[in-house]
């Protein structure tokens, strides 16, 4: 079964400073990756995705992610956090099971919070 | 905003009751997901519709049930509420049932029950 580790549950950076949230998946085919943004009292809002490709993905909010097959990791980053980026970011994996049928596993999410 | 649609905003109600929560999807999208977010359990997937049919099932209980009917708004319905059923309940919508899609989330149902 498709799992999705990350391994920081709270980081603190301050403003203006760059930013590494790392995520490790366990899949058995070719990985749909994704990391979605949850600010507080709000629903899940895509940040980026990879499908295939330039392993080097863009995204909104001036976030990128790398897909490293090798070390099963789908890292997020952004070189300088604004104080509006405080919230929990997950990462998931998209898998599917049949024909038409479909689901995300997220990991447990990683909590930012910006000093100002 | 996702156009995901989801009603009630919050819900509160007592052990033993049953409720339904509603998810208007985005327009034309044929699928429709529902997740449990706990603090214990995190985001978990509970079950898929695509285009009126159940299509994947995942963590979800017997005492709940879910139906996505002809104009393609889903209901999730959660009966013999106990107290850790509270949790935030998320509807999310897709074009399509493929893996390599992207999926729009609402901003949930958050039910409490006391």
Known sequence: ?116 | DSGVTQTPKHLITATGQRVTLRCSPRSGDLSVYWYQQSLDQGLQFLIQYYNGEERAKGNILERFSAQQFPDLHSELNLSSLELGDSALYFCASSASGRANTEAFFGQGTRLTVV
């Open chain 1, 1 to 116: 079964a498709q799992s999705v580790t990350q391994p920081d549950i709270h980081i603190t950076v301050s403003e203006g400073a760059s930013l590494e949230l790392r995520c490790n998946y366990s899949y058995g085919a070719t990985p749909y990756l994704f990391w979605y943004v949850q600010s507080p009292g709000q629903g899940l809002q895509l940040l980026l995705k990879y499908f295939s490709g330039d392993t080097l993905v863009q995204g909104i909010k001036g976030f990128e992610a790398e897909f490293k097959r090798s070390q099963s990791s789908f890292n997020l980053r952004k070189p300088s956090v604004h104080w509006s980026d405080a919230a929990e970011y997950f990462c998931a994996v998209g898998d599917s099971s049949g024909a038409g049928s479909y689901q995300l596993t997220f990991g447990k999410g990683t909590k930012l919070s910006v000093i100002p």
